[in-house]
Structures are given as structure tokens and as C-alpha cells.
């Protein structure tokens, strides 16, 4: 297996630019903050930037605990990978990643400045420094079960004015806000949740009312059970599945809470 590296300063864009430099080197996955990814997913790993505090991040990012890494290192194993990329810091960062993980040598170093200008470099700083905002290469969904901060990315669909700045590439990224950032906290109430769920249950035809919902929040994300009136004539089992899929789909969208359960309970039936 071959070895490279992308490196630069932290909060210069590696992690936004980091698919593209790959493909462009030949690289079929990626090691950043603790992750591995490969073709948009998540192969094995945590991502460091979950860590509670910058001093853990970085403990993680560079993993000095050997739990952290044995996942990395059984996948790594399997064989099915030709080229790793490693995202670091500096040279010497890269290569201490690359020796926790067994990799051996870098063959090839990239640096930042040779793909981006210092207008480019110092706008990504800023966003990093000012806004709390960091980039990690893989769609939102991959990684939220894991996370600890929140995510700024589902939010755009709040904001429509941000629509047409979406690029081609946006579905490989999430764009997060860590916990050690302190930027203050973000929370969304049992109560939003649950307002939103209700709409959406509503918005079945054949669903004429929700009676009762119930949250139970897991370490994995939120479990949902509703209990619904339903028009008589309408399949159950078809009007339960959409009622599922539009909650879950909707819920997830727009506050990036990961949805583990919708449990559907058809209490009673109405004519129309």
C-alpha cells in the first residue's frame, strides 16, 4: 500500500479540499482526525473532532491511545485499499500518524499552498477561527451517530439564501461545530422534536390525527413512538411506512438529530 500526505496548518482547508486532492493523487482513502474514509464513508475510527476538549482532539487525532487505532489498523489489513492519504498538520504530524498506524514511510508529501492561495488559506482560518466551523470529508449521516458537537450543514436548509452557494462536492461534507470550540451550546428541545414529528405524521393524508407521541433519547440518537387515528379504507401497513419515512427523513434533515426508531401505533380507525 502506498503512503501520502496532505499537510498544512490547522484551519487552512485541507479537510474541505482533501476528496478532491486524493483523487487527484490517486489516493482510495483518507485518514483525518482519526477517521478512515473511503468513497464517502466512514471504514473505521471516531472522529477526533467529538472530543470534549482541543488537548483530547488532538491526543485522538494522532492516536496515542492503541483502542483508537486497532479498528484503523484491521481494516487497513484487510487489503482492499492501494493508496492512503493522511491529513496532517506538518510533516512530522503525518508521519507519527503514520507510525501509530504501522503504515511505514510517506512517499509523498503535499502542501497546502501548492492548491491553495493565501487568500484562500486565510478565508478558511478565519471561518475556523471566528465561526467554530470545521469540515469532515464524509456525508453528515456517516458520522452524527458519533458526534458530540453539532452540525451546521443541515441547517442551509433553514437559510435559503445560502442554496446557491451549494457546490457539487457538498454531500461529501459535513460542516460541524466541536464541542471544544465554545461557541456556546446548541440544543433542540423534546418539544421541537416532537412538534416536527406531529406535522409530519399530519402530513399523510390518511393519518387524520396523532394522539399521543413519546421521546426516549439514547446515547445513539432519539427513539420515537406515536400513536395515530387513521381513515378507514386506507392500507395500514403502506400509511405506518410513509408516516416512518417522513418523520425520520424530515426530522433528520432539519436538526441533524439522528433518529434511531419511529414506532407507529394504529389505535383507531374513522370514516372520512
Known amino acids: 500500500m502506498r503512503v501520502i500526505a496532505f499537510v498544512g ?36 475510527g471516531t472522529s477526533a473532532k467529538s472530543e470534549a476538549t482541543m488537548m483530547a482532539s488532538v491526543k485522538h487525532a494522532l492516536f496515542m491511545k492503541s483502542e483508537q487505532s486497532k479498528d484503523i489498523k484491521r481494516a487497513l489489513a484487510q487489503g482492499s485499499i492501494n493508496c492512503l492519504m493522511i491529513l496532517g498538520t506538518s510533516e512530522g504530524m503525518a508521519q507519527k500518524i503514520a507510525d501509530a498506524l ?24 478565519n471561518t475556523r477561527t471566528h465561526e467554530g466551523k470545521h469540515v469532515i470529508p464524509v456525508p ?11 452540525f451546521l450543514h443541515p441547517l442551509r436548509y433553514l437559510q435559503r439564501n445560502l442554496d446557491a452557494d451549494t457546490d457539487a462536492d457538498s454531500d461529501e461534507r459535513s460542516i460541524v461545530r466541536p464541542t471544544f470550540s465554545y461557541m456556546g451550546d446548541y440544543i433542540i428541545s423534546d418539544n421541537v422534536i416532537i412538534a416536527m414529528a406531529v ?6 393524508e390518511a393519518i387524520v390525527k396523532v394522539t399521543n407521541i413519546n421521546v426516549r433519547k439514547t446515547a445513539h440518537g432519539v427513539h420515537l413512538d406515536m400513536t395515530v387515528t387513521v381513515k378507514i379504507g386506507h392500507n ?30 394504529v389505535k383507531s380507525l374513522v370514516t372520512e
Do not use: W
Request: glycine share 8%.
Open 9 to 44: 496548518p490547522s484551519g487552512t482547508g485541507k479537510s474541505y479540499r482533501s476528496v478532491k486532492i486524493a483523487s487527484a493523487y490517486g489516493a482510495d482513502a483518507i485518514i483525518d482526525d482519526g477517521l478512515l474514509i473511503s468513497h464517502g464513508k466512514v471504514i473505521a
Open 102 to 125: 504501522g503504515v511505514g514511510a510517506i512517499e509523498r508529501y503535499i502542501h497546502i499552498d501548492e492548491v491553495a492561495s493565501s487568500e484562500e488559506m486565510a478565508l478558511a482560518r
Open 140 to 150: 453528515t449521516f456517516e458520522i452524527k451517530k458519533d458526534f458530540s458537537g453539532y
Open 199 to 204: 406535522h409530519e405524521a399530519e402530513s399523510i
Open 236 to 265: 395500514i401497513p403502506d400509511v405506518c411506512e410513509a408516516a416512518q419515512h417522513a418523520v425520520r427523513y424530515n426530522v433528520e434533515k432539519y436538526t441533524s438529530v439522528n433518529i434511531r426508531r419511529v414506532h407507529i401505533f
